[in-house]
């Protein structure tokens, strides 16, 4: 399994920005599709984004899209999600995972990921 490690969330009000990151251990994440997913209290685990291994590939929830973009630098093992015009709605926690399979494709289903970070708070206040 990849650790996965995220970081950037915070408090921002309504209408702002933040851009959540999250940092891969191995020398194959570039092989790993990955996506971002969100928790809010006593919700289910949802898919937000998700990106193939080369990145030319990406989806979004109805929710997030026009306001999210989710990109990734494999030279870096990084992956990002860039937030604009939040919501309080989006306030959950955030959490990036990876897809082991070593697909070219995108992972839309929770069961697909194998490796799930900490997870950042990301608040919106109206």
């Known amino acids: 399994q990849v650790q996965l490690v995220e970081s950037g969330g915070g408090l921002v009000q309504a209408g702002g920005s933040l851009r959540l990151s999250c940092a891969a251990s191995?020398?194959?994440?570039?092989?790993?599709?990955m996506g971002w997913f969100r928790q809010a209290p006593g919700q289910e685990r949802e898919l937000v984004a998700a990106?193939?291994?080369?990145?030319?590939?990406?989806y979004y929830a109805d929710s997030v899209k026009g306001r999210f973009t989710i990109s990734r630098d494999n030279a870096k093992n990084t992956v990002y999600l860039q937030m604009n015009s939040l919501k309080p709605e989006d306030t959950a926690v955030y959490y990036c995972?990876?897809?082991?399979?070593?697909?070219?494709?995108?992972?839309?289903?929770?069961?697909?990921?194998?490796?799930w970070g900490q997870g950042t708070q990301v608040t919106v206040s109206s």
């Open positions: 995972a990876a897809d082991a399979a070593l697909k070219p494709g995108i992972s839309i289903h929770r069961y697909e990921y194998d490796s």
């Open positions: 191995g020398r194959t994440f570039s092989s790993y599709p």
């Open positions: 990106i193939s291994r080369s990145g030319g590939s990406t």
